[in-house]
């Protein structure tokens, strides 16, 4: 997998394999040490009530587990049959959960962006950042907001940022507090702001006002100039998106002044001379230095504030000729009104429109997607016009392109390895048969606390295939040994193999489980990130746990039996007849 997923799994394909290297050098080396110093006789020692109850909970489990897994080989076509639906309802599941890229987290801060109209001032959006950031810093769960005007390129823009308080002391996500300041920042007539959560991973890299991104791109502006507010409206139809805006700004003021240089040459005056005045007027041009004992001083020359404002200052610029005085500029120029844009974005070298928003907390990322490919495709756009997924909605689609890839490279592998040890193309079938279990409780418990199925997830996932496969391993290698030393039978074989190896089962399996829970139910910073993976573990190894006690020795006898068939058809089978060659000479 290429890109930061790539990196972030291989990581974890790093750090996994290490612990487990480190931890079989331990199991071989120094466990049989510490076991023949610690371990004793216990069964003479007299022990407590913990210990007393413990067990008679255990012996009470088991004889149940006896008493089902009996009846569970009596009838192994149901038992197939619930393994077959297992396996159907991956492929439901799949289709049906919701999918996301990272589950967006509380870091303790939030990006905003301003948008003004595309005729404001530097001084009309500095009023606005001061009035935003009056209404941010009231809220209760707000520790200081910093402003600042002209990010993006453009004049009538502006950013924020905003520190909150300790999660301990707010008691509200960061989700919660904009959803509490959305409506309140809406009702200011000033400028439109967009507050998100800050991510410690943001994929993308791209500036917007929020956090997913739909890009058009066409080689006309003028098509993009059409198009692009269509699609805005379009995507603000949607229900789930919040904070929806483009970053096309072509509705910016100009003022045209057209020079009669035919009259301006009578009075003496050349178009430098006109340029110079103008920008004298309404630019600065720094004149003098004013030089002190300690330090020196701009002269800046401009006309009073007034004056540039708006264009009617032009009425007021006198132009100085050589024999006629002061002339006003109108006797010489002409200006009219026009609309020019403000910034002209481009992606891949071709111009293009950018429509960023966020999610609601209901809307995962496969259904925003969806919902916009449906109106890109009923929008009727021409073929110049090409729309595509842009930032974290790019690297989320090229992420889900590759995940299946991941998954199946991990089973081919698992697969492999033990066809490898147990010289057998069906003992390994059996084992990966414990799987989909795993996936459909890790899915099913994601969707029971509304997680999507994101990255993280599929991490823990991929840690499942590692984990739940040990129950079936430790199965199906006892029954093997019973099988070829002491020449039980298959039933007897695989029946007293479950029987004494249910205690490590339900030990490593009762461990895993604790050793996650604190993933699934921890608070703090950052909780959001690792939540799914515990989901996930959780959700995983408590059905397979159910599931695999009984699927696995029926799947054993049932492979066994189909081996045997093979075999009792291959010795019935007739011997192909050899007929003698014949020679030249016979």
């Not at 040490?33 to 020692?45: G, I, K």
């Not at 006003?328 to 429109?353: E, I, W, Y």
Request: glycine share 8%; aromatic share 6%; net charge neutral.
């Amino acid at each position: 997998m290429g890109g930061i997923v790539g990196r972030l799994f291989r990581e974890f394909a790093v750090t996994l394999s290490t612990a487990i290297v480190v931890s079989m050098v331990v199991s071989l080396t120094t466990t049989p040490m510490m076991c023949a110093y610690l371990l004793r006789n216990t069964h003479a020692q007299s022990h407590g009530r913990l210990y007393m109850a413990s067990e008679k909970l255990f012996d009470a489990v088991l004889a149940l587990y006896r008493r089902s897994l009996h009846w569970a080989l009596e009838k192994p076509t149901l038992i197939l049959l619930a393994l077959a639906v297992t396996i159907a309802l991956n492929v439901v599941l799949i289709l049906k959960i919701p999918k996301g890229f990272f589950p967006p987290e509380d870091t303790g801060a939030l990006a905003g962006a301003l948008q003004g109209s595309q005729d404001s001032s530097f001084q009309a959006m500095d009023e606005a950042i001061r009035q935003v950031g009056e209404v941010i810093k009231k809220d209760p769960a707000v520790a200081n907001v910093i402003g600042f005007t002209g990010t993006n390129g453009a004049t009538n823009t502006g950013s924020l940022f905003v520190a909150l308080e300790p999660l301990d002391k707010r008691k509200v996500s960061a989700a919660e507090i904009i959803n509490r300041l959305r409506p309140q920042l809406n009702r200011l007539p000033v400028a439109s702001a967009f507050l998100q959560a800050v991510q410690d991973i943001r994929i993308g890299g791209r500036a917007s006002n929020a956090m997913y991104q739909y890009t058009i791109q066409s080689d006309s502006v003028e098509d993009l100039s059409k198009w692009g507010p269509i699609l805005l409206r379009e995507i603000k139809r949607i229900p789930g998106m919040q904070d929806v805006s483009a970053d096309q700004q072509n509705g910016g003021l100009d003022e045209l002044v057209s020079y009669d240089r035919l009259s301006a040459a009578k009075l003496g005056l050349t178009a430098q001379a006109l340029d110079s005045e103008l920008y004298d007027a309404f630019g600065q041009a720094e004149v003098s230095i004013i030089y002190t004992q300690v330090n020196q001083y701009y002269v800046v020359l401009e006309v009073a504030p007034q004056y540039w404002q708006n264009p009617e200052g032009l009425k007021y610029i006198y132009l100085r000729t050589a024999g006629s005085g002061n002339v006003p500029l109108r006797a010489v120029a002409t200006n009219r009104a026009n609309t020019t844009p403000l910034a002209l974005n481009h992606t891949s070298l071709f111009p293009s429109v950018t429509v960023s928003f966020n999610l609601a907390s209901n809307v995962s990322l496969s259904d925003a997607t969806q919902r916009i490919d449906q109106v890109q495709n009923q929008l009727g756009a021409p073929s110049t016009l090409r729309g595509f997924f842009a930032g974290t909605l790019l690297a989320y689609q090229q992420s889900l392109g590759t995940e299946p890839v991941l998954i199946l490279t991990a089973l081919l592998a698992v697969y492999i390895v033990l066809g490898i040890l147990y010289e057998s193309l069906v003992h390994p079938l059996t084992i990966i048969s414990t799987l989909p279990s795993a996936s459909v409780g890790a899915m099913l418990a994601l969707m029971l606390f509304r997680e999507d199925l994101n990255i993280v997830s599929i991490i823990g996932i991929v840690l499942l295939i590692g984990i739940v496969k040990k129950n079936a391993i430790m199965m199906i290698d006892f029954a093997l040994q019973a099988q070829r030393q002491e020449g039980k039978s298959p039933a007897d074989a695989i029946f007293e193999a479950c029987m004494l190896r249910f205690r490590p089962i339900l030990m490593t399996t009762m461990a895993a489980i604790l050793g996650a829970l604190p993933l699934a139910l921890g608070t703090g910073m950052g909780h959001e990130l690792r939540r799914p993976l515990g989901i996930a573990i959780v959700g995983g190894l408590i059905l397979s746990q159910l599931l695999t006690l009984y699927t696995t020795p029926v799947v054993y006898l049932t492979f066994d039996r189909l081996r045997l068939r093979i075999q009792r058809r291959q010795r019935l089978a007739p011997a192909p007849s050899v007929e003698p060659a014949h020679g030249a000479g016979t």
